[in-house]
């Protein structure tokens, strides 16, 4: 079955910092990645997603490297904020009899000091 | 725009009772998904319903049953609670549910079980 794991479990960085989150996926057939941010009391929000045709996708502030060879996603946070201070999963998509299933790693805790 | 609203926030229930979450998605989404947020871990996928037919299922044991109303409303029913299912129960919404984008969450249901 799909797996998805985080590298680190607790980032810190200062307000204005750029932010690197990374996360390994152990199913090379997965197609579609996802970032989500939690914040405390909250459900995960979407930040941006990726599809396996892509290497990389910028949003706001956010960028997603994907790199197919190793089975790696990064989610890039520029000028980090204190509102950026949540927990940040990547998830990837369940495909065949899977599909619309999400999987997610474990979470990045990301705080930012001022 | 009402998002995806879930009922009750927190809840506390004894071992060996049952307990019903609910979830009303957004104004047009016709999927609903269920996930259990283990405390430190990330979100994992327990059911999917699709025009009120189940579309998938989790590895969780048959005390955990859902289904989904005509108003694409769905509960969520654990019975003979174990300290173990105490956890965030998260419901996203979406259009389709066949591809994996356009996910929201509700801010889900804590339950406490003692």
């Known amino acids: 079955g799909e797996s998805v794991g985080l590298h680190l479990p607790t980032l810190s960085v200062q307000e204005g910092d750029n932010s690197i989150i990374n996360c390994a996926y152990s199913n090379s057939a997965s197609d579609y990645f996802i970032w989500y941010k939690q914040e405390s009391g909250k459900g995960p929000q979407f930040i941006i997603d990726?599809?396996?045709?892509?290497d990389k996708r910028q949003g706001q502030r956010v960028t997603v490297l994907l790199n197919k060879t190793v089975k790696h996603l990064s989610l890039q946070i520029a000028a980090t904020q204190p509102g950026d201070s949540a927990v940040y999963f990547c998830a990837e998509n369940g495909r065949g009899s899977t599909l619309g299933r999400l999987y997610f790693g474990r979470g990045t805790q990301l705080t930012v000091w001022p | 725009d009402a998002g995806v609203t879930q009922s009750p926030t927190h809840l506390i229930k004894t071992r060996g009772q049952h307990v019903t979450l609910r979830c009303s998605p957004i104004?047009?989404?016709?999927?609903v998904s269920w996930y259990q947020q283990v405390l430190g871990q990330g979100p994992q996928f327990i059911f999917q319903y699709y025009e009120k037919e189940e579309r998938g299922r989790g590895n969780f044991p048959d005390r955990f049953s859902a289904r989904q109303f005509p108003n694409y409303s769905s509960e969520l029913n654990v019975n003979a609670l174990l300290l173990g299912d105490s956890a965030l129960y998260l419901c996203a919404s979406s259009l389709t549910g066949a591809h994996n984008y356009g996910y929201t969450f509700g801010s889900g249901t804590r339950l406490t079980v003692v």
């Open positions: 990726i599809r396996s045709n892509m």
């Open positions: 104004s047009g989404h016709k999927s």
